[in-house]
């Protein structure tokens, strides 16, 4: 009886649609081998759930038929254009927000579009994903991760020598940083969780830049390191397939993830003990 009486509430049948939208759009994405994008992607779907399940109480459900019109045909359209199997970036990186914009629309219209404005800056900002990708690849980021891993190297007191994009250490070993090693992925991925960051916790205008700048060090450093450890490991291939290409490569985004983390929580989150006043 009481799942009888549950199916009957609009915020049941808008969940509902809310989970189909994720999971097409997750679906889509994981089509298309990008590891990146689709823990991005997963990324920022949980956290505009979160955002909805704290203020789920507080929602008003009130659309008009116009609204609803609307968002229907939002919806449909996105529906009838996933249906043809897209493996265009823009439109994937689109997706979720066309889909919580034509819900929104349905829930609670136009007038109460603004309850979701954080969830739609959200995939508004992922929208931009490709064009983010785009410019970052447009940027000499190979030739600035070469002499960044050349320095580091030769701060370990390794015999190394860059030319360009390649850099040469003793033995013959050589290797070279091409576009994929540039750091491009992981500094967009941390621009991301910085900006999830920025909508989770509000801080204060100093403290967000401090927050996207350093999101966006952690990115270019860690995977700086990376290359600096395939340079090493060059002649042994299954070593450094492992770092280049295989499970090595996403324990990279994990600790540039971790290191963020750990800065976010000692630099805008930990509340300092206080001190106890001496005869108080």
Same mark, same amino acid.
């Given at each position: 009886?009481?799942?009888?009486?549950? /199916?009957?509430?609009?915020?049941?049948?808008?969940?509902?649609?809310?989970?189909?939208?994720?999971?097409?759009?997750?679906?889509?994405?994981?089509?298309?081998?990008?590891?990146?994008?689709?823990?991005?992607?997963? /990324?920022?779907?949980?956290?505009? @759930?979160?955002? /909805?399940?704290?203020?789920?109480?507080?929602?008003?459900?009130?659309?008009?038929? !116009?609204?609803?019109?609307?968002?229907?045909?939002? $919806?449909?359209?996105?529906?009838?254009?996933?249906?043809? $199997?897209?493996?265009?970036?823009?439109?994937?990186?689109?997706?979720?927000?066309?889909?919580?914009?034509?819900?929104?629309?349905?829930?609670?219209?136009?007038? #109460?579009? =603004?309850?979701?404005?954080?969830?739609?800056?959200?995939? @508004?900002?992922?929208?931009?994903?490709?064009?983010?990708? =785009?410019? /970052?690849?447009?940027?000499?980021?190979?030739?600035?991760?070469?002499?960044?891993?050349?320095?580091?190297?030769?701060?370990?007191?390794?015999?190394?020598?860059?030319?360009?994009?390649?850099?040469?250490?003793? #033995? @013959?070993?050589?290797?070279?940083?091409?576009?994929?090693?540039? #750091?491009?992925?992981?500094?967009?991925?941390?621009?991301?969780?910085?900006?999830?960051?920025?909508?989770?916790? !509000?801080?204060?205008?100093?403290?967000?830049?401090?927050?996207?700048?350093v999101a966006v060090a952690i990115g270019f450093f860690v995977n700086a390191i990376r290359?600096?450890?395939?340079? $090493?490991?060059?002649?042994?291939?299954?070593?450094?397939?492992?770092?280049?290409? #295989?499970?090595?490569?996403?324990?990279?985004?994990?600790?540039?993830?971790?290191?963020?983390?750990?800065?976010?929580?000692?630099?805008?989150?930990?509340?300092?003990?206080?001190? !106890?006043?001496?005869?108080?």
């Amino acid at each position: 009886m009481e799942l009888t009486s549950r /199916l009957k509430e609009p915020k049941f049948w808008l969940l509902g649609i809310a989970v189909a939208i994720a999971a097409i759009h997750l679906t889509l994405v994981d089509r298309i081998y990008k590891e990146d994008l689709f823990a991005t992607s997963a /990324l920022f779907w949980i956290a505009a @759930g979160t955002l /909805l399940w704290e203020k789920r109480e507080n929602l008003k459900f009130h659309s008009t038929l !116009p609204a609803t019109i609307a968002g229907a045909t939002l $919806l449909g359209l996105m529906l009838l254009r996933s249906s043809a $199997l897209p493996t265009s970036n823009f439109f994937l990186c689109a997706l979720p927000f066309i889909g919580l914009l034509g819900l929104a629309f349905i829930a609670s219209g136009f007038s #109460g579009l =603004r309850q979701y404005w954080r969830e739609l800056a959200i995939f @508004g900002f992922m929208a931009f994903y490709p064009l983010a990708e =785009r410019i /970052l690849r447009g940027l000499p980021l190979p030739i600035i991760t070469a002499k960044a891993s050349n320095v580091m190297l030769w701060y370990t007191g390794t015999d190394t020598r860059r030319d360009g994009v390649f850099l040469h250490l003793s #033995g @013959g070993r050589s290797v070279e940083v091409y576009e994929a090693c540039s #750091g491009a992925q992981s500094i967009l991925q941390m621009l991301c969780v910085s900006v999830l960051f920025l909508f989770m916790f !509000p801080l204060r205008p100093i403290q967000r830049v401090i927050c996207i700048v350093v999101a966006v060090a952690i990115g270019f450093f860690v995977n700086a390191i990376r290359v600096c450890i395939m340079a $090493l490991l060059v002649n042994q291939k299954a070593l450094f397939e492992f770092w280049h290409t #295989g499970q090595g490569s996403l324990l990279f985004s994990v600790i540039a993830v971790a290191i963020f983390g750990a800065f976010c929580w000692f630099a805008f989150l930990r509340t300092p003990k206080q001190t !106890p006043i001496k005869g108080a």
